[in-house]
Each structure stands twice: as structure tokens, then as C-alpha cells.
């Protein structure tokens, strides 16, 4: 078996590996499909978590088949098709613990069903499943940005989750949303996920635009664009003051972007307008909510994934997931099946 592993600065390494023996209490999941994520990127370029110089597992966008069930283990049988939610799992599968998803078996430790281990419905395959970790983040960005039919939306930055946030705002029934970002690659993404416009904000005047696409709106002597929420999934350090700069009254912001340094924040400009700023981190509820939409939205998801690996390739995927013109990097963790 193998675990790809940060050994330090960027130096990620797929090392031969030996999974565990299971407990009473956990699952073995065969894994089937693993996203890439923004954060695993992150995480290289610091040395891993949570103190760099530590050997820290990574993979935490896993789906795949159970392989053992330990026999206190409630509600879960061999051959099961399931998502790992490993915000569930004590291990932190993926994020510091000893578990890491890009593996071909994954040990569950304490599994639970409806809580670390999710059941896939039929006719999803296992990448669209493995699409449930970074769409569950988009999702409770969403559901933090307290949104209604009708409401105009901004999207700040199209990586995987920016666009899931268009894909659950526009499968809410909200269609004015913009969406931006630098890379035209992902501003198509964005149209063809059902955005009414997506810009380069670099290239344009964005209060501008967004004063033509959502409207103005008076408030307190001064003139605010008509956007309902603006969401913060690309972590640029002038947003905040750019969203500040032109919100209508009672307007909300939320943060999703792990913004490195602190940014500017002009409260004083912000009193006029009362608007709410908030943030959102990871899916505390989300993920059932995810799985339930995915036989509705699956060509959609399927869509979002622009890459397609093996386990034996995943630090070529790696690379590939760096550059802007990719979208969702799915490496196949299951070499042997067809
Ligand atoms: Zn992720």
C-alpha cells in the first residue's frame, strides 16, 4: 500500500505504507476516488501540518467501498459504496491525524454511520462522491450567506469551491449571480455552471459592472450596488474594502478564503451601510444535504472535475492542481479496477 505524505517544505512523497489494523469500532474503507484540494497545496508549501517538519497524511475528498467493519460497528456492511466525512473522524483523516485518503485503504477509526461515513446513492459514481467534501464547503458558504430567490450575488474567485457556490446558488433559484476571477478557464466554468456574468476584476470596473448587472440603491447619502451578498472564496486582501467600498445597506459578506496576513478593514465606511460580515469554515451539517442534490446535479458536478489520475501520478496531479486553468484534480485510488 502507499500514503502520500509532506515530508517538509514542499517535498510531498507517495511512501509505501501499512494501513492499521482495524478495532471493534472501525471501518476500512477501499478507496475508490480522492479529490485534491486547495488546502493539501496549502499545506505542502507550510511543511504540513499542524507543526511543519511533522510527516502529515494527506487526502480528505475520499469515497470509496468498505473493505472491514469492525463488529461494534452499527448500520455499515462490507461492499457499502460511502464518502468519508473526515471532519467526522477523530483521526482528522487528512488533515494532521495519522489518516490520509490519497491510500488505497483508509482506516476510519470510531466510524459512525450518518456521521464519518456517509452511504453514496445509486447511480453515483465514485468521483461524483468524492466531489462532496469541497461542495459541502461551497454549501455552507452558501447557507452563511443567509440567501433567497430573488437576491443578486457576487462570487469572489472560481476554484472548486467558488464554483460550487454558483452551482448551490443558481440550484436555489438565485440567477443573478456574478462570478470572478482572473483565469478565463474559470469564468467559463462559471457561465456554464448558470452564472449571469463572470469578469476578469482585474480588467474591469467592478462597482461598474456590478452597478449594471444588480442596480444601485440609495442609502444614507451615499449610493451602494444592488448585490444582496458578496462571497469571499478567493482571498484576495483588497476584497473586504472593495466590498465595503460599494454595499448596500444591510448587505452581507462571507469569508470562506483562508486569508494568510491580516487585510485592511474600513469600519468607518462600513458604519453607513450596517451591512454584515461574517465567515465560513468547513460543513459542520452539510454533507447529507450534498449527497441528497447529487443524483439531481451530477452531470453538473461531473463537469467540475477537469483532471482525471492515478494514485501512482498524484504528485503530477499535484502540479496540475496548482496551475489556474484546472479545476478539480480526481486521482484514482483504485489502479486495479477497470
Ligand atoms: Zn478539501
Same mark, same amino acid.
Given at each position: 500500500m502507499r500514503l502520500l505524505k509532506i515530508?517538509?517544505?514542499?517535498?510531498?512523497r507517495l511512501d509505501a505504507y501499512e494501513?492499521?489494523?482495524?478495532?471493534?469500532?472501525?471501518?476500512?474503507?477501499?478507496?475508490?476516488?480522492?479529490?485534491?484540494?486547495g488546502s493539501d497545496l496549502s499545506y505542502i508549501k507550510i511543511g504540513g501540518i499542524p507543526t511543519p517538519g511533522t510527516v502529515t497524511a494527506l487526502g480528505h475528498e475520499g469515497a470509496g467501498e468498505v473493505l472491514e467493519v469492525g463488529a461494534e460497528v452499527e448500520g455499515i456492511s462490507v461492499g457499502d459504496p460511502v464518502v468519508v466525512n473526515p471532519m467526522m473522524t477523530p483521526g482528522n483523516i487528512g488533515s494532521g491525524g495519522p489518516e490520509g485518503a490519497f491510500t488505497e485503504e483508509l482506516l476510519v477509526r470510531e466510524a459512525r454511520l450518518g456521521a464519518s461515513i456517509l452511504p453514496i446513492p445509486a447511480g453515483i459514481s465514485y468521483e461524483i462522491a468524492a466531489m462532496c467534501e469541497p461542495l459541502a464547503v461551497a454549501m455552507h458558504?452558501?447557507?452563511?450567506?443567509e440567501v433567497n430567490p430573488g437576491d443578486k450575488v457576487v462570487v469572489f474567485g472560481c476554484g472548486p469551491i467558488g464554483l460550487g457556490m454558483v452551482l448551490w446558488l443558481v440550484d436555489r433559484g438565485i440567477t443573478n449571480v456574478v462570478a470572478l476571477d482572473l483565469t478565463p478557464e474559470r469564468r467559463e466554468r462559471a457561465l456554464a455552471l448558470g452564472a449571469q456574468a463572470a469578469l476578469d476584476p482585474t480588467k474591469v470596473d467592478l462597482r461598474a459592472e456590478l452597478a449594471r448587472l444588480h442596480g444601485e440603491v440609495p442609502s444614507y447619502g451615499r449610493v451602494g450596488v444592488g448585490t444582496d451578498a458578496f462571497i469571499d472564496a478567493a482571498g484576495a486582501p483588497n476584497i473586504l474594502s472593495d466590498v465595503v467600498a460599494m454595499a448596500k445597506f444591510h448587505s452581507?459578506?462571507?469569508?470562506?478564503?483562508?486569508?494568510?496576513k491580516p487585510i485592511e478593514f474600513p469600519a468607518g465606511r462600513m458604519l453607513t451601510s450596517e451591512m454584515t460580515i461574517t465567515t465560513a469554515m468547513g460543513y459542520p451539517t452539510e454533507m447529507p444535504d450534498v449527497i441528497a442534490a447529487m443524483p439531481r446535479l451530477?452531470?453538473?458536478?461531473?463537469?467540475? $472535475?477537469?483532471?482525471?489520475?492515478?494514485?501512482?501520478?498524484?504528485?503530477?496531479?499535484?502540479? $496540475?492542481?496548482?496551475?489556474?486553468?484546472?479545476c478539480k484534480v480526481m486521482i484514482n485510488c483504485d489502479?486495479?479496477?477497470?
Open positions: 515530508h517538509g517544505v514542499g517535498d510531498a494501513r492499521p489494523a482495524a478495532g471493534p469500532t472501525d471501518v476500512v474503507v477501499k478507496m475508490k476516488a480522492c479529490g485534491i484540494c458558504g452558501v447557507n452563511r450567506a452581507r459578506m462571507v469569508i470562506t478564503a483562508a486569508h494568510m451530477k452531470d453538473k458536478i461531473a463537469g467540475m $472535475i477537469s483532471h482525471r489520475l492515478s494514485l501512482s501520478d498524484v504528485i503530477e496531479g499535484l502540479k $496540475i492542481a496548482a496551475t489556474p486553468e484546472s489502479e486495479g479496477a477497470a
